[in-house]
């Protein structure tokens, strides 16, 4: 009896085991179905929503595209607008510093016409002066000559006027011996005469060599005096040569 009470219970618990196991397949395909019909449902749902979220998200694509198109469109305009103003201003810049470099090169040119009206200025004051010190050169060399001229001539007119004065005061002398000799020549051959005649004693014999030597010493004076006569003709001529 006990042995059937035991393997009845043992039926029992296999028959619980093989239920349980049932139910739980039976909720495992139960979960499945519901898990299918919720994807499916929840498919079906997000389907919806994801082609109503893509046509949004299109239009909005198709927005920002046509919205990138005229950035872009502006963004070269503006870039177009700003090369243009940039080679305006650089251009400009250009222009302004080609206009200041003329007008640089117009004062250096205008400077450089200026220094050379200067210089030429300043080189026919240097010709002027250097033609004015060789004038002074050459008249300080005449002035020069003419001291030594003037020196040379009033030391030869000292020596003319003591040679004048010599020559004169010897003229003078032979003048007057001459005139004495003139004077005694009468008496002298006189006495020759006597003497030459014999007519009478009281004439010495040397009456008529003092005669001779009267004569011969007349004929030297007038010859000196002849030539002193000319020697005062050439000082006179050389006086007023001189300017004397």
């Known amino acids: ?43 079906t749902v997000t389907a919806s929503k994801w082609e109503s979220t893509y046509q949004v998200l299109e239009t909005r694509y198709q927005e920002l595209s046509d919205s990138k198109t005229q950035l872009v469109s502006s963004v070269e305009a503006k870039v177009a607008n700003v090369d243009t103003e940039i080679d305006g201003k650089v251009e400009a810049a250009l222009l302004q510093q080609t206009e200041k470099h003329q007008k640089e090169l117009q004062d ?22 250097k033609q004015t010190l060789e004038k002074t050169d050459q008249d300080n060399k005449k002035l020069k000559r003419q001291v030594d001229m003037q020196s040379t001539l009033f030391e ?17 002398k032979l003048k007057k011996e001459r005139d004495e000799l003139d004077k005694k020549l009468g008496s002298l051959k006189t006495a020759c005469d006597v003497f030459l005649d014999g007519t009478s004693w009281d004439s010495k014999s040397d ?27 050439q000082i006179k001529a050389l006086e007023e040569e001189m300017g004397l």
């Open 156 to 172: 030869r007119s000292r020596e003319l006027f003591q040679k004048e004065f010599q020559i004169s005061q010897e003229l003078a």
């Open 108 to 129: 250096l040119a205008k400077q450089s016409a200026v220094l050379e009206k200067v210089n030429l200025s300043l080189e026919q004051q240097l010709n002027e002066q």
């Open 207 to 233: 009456a008529c060599e003092k005669q001779d030597n009267a004569n011969s010493r007349l004929s030297d004076i007038r010859q000196m005096i002849e030539v002193h006569n000319m020697d005062l003709k």
């Open 1 to 43: 009896m006990n042995q059937q009470s035991e393997q009845s219970e043992q039926d029992d618990v296999v028959v619980i085991e093989e239920r349980d196991k049932r139910s739980q397949l039976y909720i495992g395909i139960a979960a499945v179905i519901g898990l299918a019909l919720g994807g499916l449902i929840g498919s």
